[in-house]
């Protein structure tokens, strides 16, 4: 089943409604330094059924970010939360990035599917590093952030009984919606110009 709406209006009702997604994330990231729930379930849904019931894709590489734009369908949709999902885990795992960082993404991933969360994920880490680089220069912590950072990359040497927690022992927690906010919308103005994605599939 498909909604008739024109390719165009699909994809910008379709980027306004992930963008209204990642700014109350990014405003509750900032605010009170946690991502809710509800608000990742949301999102991860209203990814689904705007690639479920859009229009129909007419080329080979259509979706939200495609110069071409064309639902994905469900199956990719959950696909690509499932890459993005992925993607982020590690960072996770290594108390780089807190749960509700991980699960926006693979909301955002919903919407983007498969190939585009592969890009998107370059450009939301693009992104935070700049950031993070903002803040040091302002803060003029430098030093420690870099401690920091070498401390949570040594726990992944083998016999390491290093304890580093990024969200509680780091010299600023830096509100990493906005980063994946600021990706989304880089890579959505990089590929929407008409240039090709950064990494290229099929």
Same mark, same amino acid.
């Given at each position: 089943?498909?909604?008739?709406?024109?390719?165009?209006?699909?994809?910008?009702?379709?980027?306004?409604?992930?963008?209204?997604?990642?700014?109350?994330?990014?405003?509750?990231?900032?605010?009170? +330094? +946690?991502?809710?729930?509800?608000?990742?379930?949301?999102?991860?849904?209203?990814?689904?059924?705007?690639?479920?019931? @859009?229009?129909?894709?007419?080329?080979?590489?259509? @979706?939200?970010?495609?110069?071409? *734009? @064309?639902?994905?369908?469900?199956?990719?949709?959950?696909?690509? &939360?499932?890459?993005?999902?992925?993607?982020?885990?590690?960072?996770?795992?290594?108390?780089?990035?807190?749960?509700?960082?991980?699960?926006?993404?693979?909301?955002?991933?919903?919407?983007?599917?498969?190939?585009?969360?592969?890009?998107?994920?370059?450009?939301?880490?693009?992104?935070?590093?700049?950031?993070?680089?903002?803040?040091?220069?302002?803060?003029?912590? &430098?030093?420690?952030?870099?401690?920091? $950072?070498?401390?949570?990359?040594?726990?992944?040497?083998?016999?390491?009984?290093?304890?580093?927690?990024? +969200?509680?022992? $780091?010299?600023?927690?830096?509100?990493?919606?906005?980063?994946?906010?600021?990706?989304?919308?880089?890579?959505?103005?990089? $590929?929407?110009?008409?240039?090709? *994605?950064?990494?290229?599939?099929?």
């Amino acid at each position: 089943m498909t909604i008739d709406i024109a390719p165009g209006h699909w994809q910008v009702g379709g980027l306004s409604l992930l963008a209204l997604c990642l700014a109350l994330a990014a405003l509750s990231d900032a605010r009170q +330094r +946690r991502i809710p729930n509800a608000l990742v379930l949301v999102a991860l849904l209203a990814g689904l059924l705007w690639n479920a019931f @859009g229009p129909q894709p007419f080329s080979q590489n259509p @979706g939200l970010f495609s110069p071409y *734009p @064309g639902a994905l369908g469900v199956g990719s949709g959950l696909l690509g &939360a499932l890459v993005a999902l992925l993607l982020f885990l590690p960072f996770h795992v290594l108390r780089v990035l807190g749960a509700g960082d991980v699960k926006l993404f693979a909301a955002v991933g919903a919407f983007a599917g498969p190939a585009a969360s592969v890009n998107l994920a370059l450009c939301v880490l693009v992104a935070g590093g700049l950031l993070a680089l903002a803040r040091m220069a302002v803060a003029r912590n &430098a030093r420690l952030v870099m401690q920091n $950072t070498l401390a949570s990359l040594g726990q992944l040497l083998p016999g390491s009984a290093g304890s580093f927690d990024a +969200r509680t022992q $780091t010299a600023w927690r830096m509100p990493y919606a906005v980063a994946i906010a600021g990706g989304v919308a880089g890579y959505a103005a990089w $590929t929407l110009s008409g240039r090709a *994605p950064l990494i290229a599939f099929g």
